[in-house]
């Protein structure tokens, strides 16, 4: 019996995690229109939640863990994103760059943040050897039995993709320091929002709006405060969630389908977020670091 109850609770995902993998499923594939809702299926859970899921448990248990800063989450999400798009989809080169910057921002950063704030409190690393060993074996064969169906056919996705991914992973182990940040002003925040409504109106791309609103707040870390990164978030929630619909490049019939489901649960978690507001931003509560170099 003992034994039964180790190998449960090193297999079973807290609470949180389960709605972070959740958050990262739905913004990378309902909010983008990648995934119709009426076309989930028994093969979407598997291959596209499931995949979602068990990747996101293993990020955060390291973020835990390493106690990784802003910086380094914006790094691993990058190599998640390099591994989605190189070796589980298999896109060409220059779409997987670029899908990999969208993956570190709306799969792994602004969820992960957005679990922090609706979820306060210190949390700790949740995944035993074994359960490690029971991520990583499922992967692999949801790895294994994607090449079946998407077989490798752009060797310099894979070549650069790979260098990549040992790159980031240099400067994630580099990077560890914590500073206390300033904070960045007023009219900076307000242009750049400004900028971003701009871009999306010429473009009729709201991910355009999104990714300048990330690199920005990469960019800008060092001089990010707490209310900076809540202010991001917020901006994220509306670009992203809110203004999806402003998709040139998505069908029109995903888009009529999903985008009801995505603005109730966009403004819900805006609701959510704004009512937190004071409690986020109390002085003394424990934040995330803002930088890691």
Known sequence: ???????????IFPPWVWLMGLLAWF??????FSTALEKIDGGVIVFSFSYYLVQVALILDLILRKRFSLWQIFLVGLI??????????????SLMLLLAIGHSAVTITFPYLLVNYLIPGEKKPFLSPRGYAFSLIYLGLLYFLMAQFLPFVYPDSILLGSALIVFFGFLIH????ERVSPGIRQRE??????LA?????????????VILL??????????ASQGDIYFATVSFLTFHFLASFINASADPGKIIINYPVIF??????????????????????????????
């Open 1 to 11: 019996m003992k034994i039964r109850e180790l190998s449960i609770k090193s297999i």
């Open 174 to 177: 580099k990077s560890s320091s």
């Open 80 to 93: 998640y994103g390099i591994l989605e798009e190189a070796f589980y989809i298999k896109n060409p080169l």
């Open 197 to 209: 409504i701009l871009l999306i109106i010429l473009s009729q791309q709201n991910y355009l709006g």
């Open 264 to 293: 109730l649960v966009g403004l819900s978690l805006l609701f959510l977020l704004v009512k937190k507001h004071s409690q986020i931003l109390t002085p003394g509560v424990k934040q995330i670091q803002t930088s890691g170099e």
């Open 189 to 194: 925040k307000i242009g750049i929002i400004l």
């Open 214 to 223: 990330f690199s920005w707040l990469i960019i800008r870390r060092r001089l």
């Open 27 to 32: 913004s990378a594939e309902i909010v983008t």
